[in-house]
């Protein structure tokens, strides 16, 4: 299961398609505001979270709010995050290694570039999420 988060309707059909058409068998929850991704988060039951896409400027709780309780939560602690921004601040990109990302991707003006970009780096983690989980990792 992947969970996208992101507030710009826009941004989000994007990645849903891009994701739709990279990954069709894999589950894909969206949530539209930092709220709403922890109260996805809370209801999940034992499908195993894989990937998380998450918009670092997003209303009520922040991306990086949201990242944080991801970190503390035992049940997500190890989950990959990708962090995603439209803006070039030096701190969201600071802030968000320091809580725990595991990528900063920066929302391209262009979509064949941006997507292109998410078709690299979501195989990459769901990849390395599954091999640093399976049995025998030291990593788990």
Known sequence: MILLVEDNDDDAALILRILRRQLPDTEILVAGDGSEALEL????DDRELR????DVHLPR???????????KSPRTRRVP???????KHHDDVL?????GAN??????????????TIQEIV???LHLNHT???????CR
């Open 41 to 44: 988060l809370a209801k999940q």
């Open 51 to 54: 990937l998380v896409l998450l």
């Open 61 to 71: 709780v922040s991306g990086l709010q949201v990242l944080e309780a991801l970190r």
């Open 81 to 87: 995050v990708v962090m995603l921004s439209g803006s």
């Open 95 to 99: 802030r968000s290694y320091e809580l």
């Open 103 to 116: 990528s900063f991707l920066l929302k391209a003006e262009q979509a064949e570039q941006f997507e292109a």
């Open 123 to 125: 195989p990459y983690w």
């Open 132 to 138: 640093l989980s399976s049995p025998g990792s030291l």
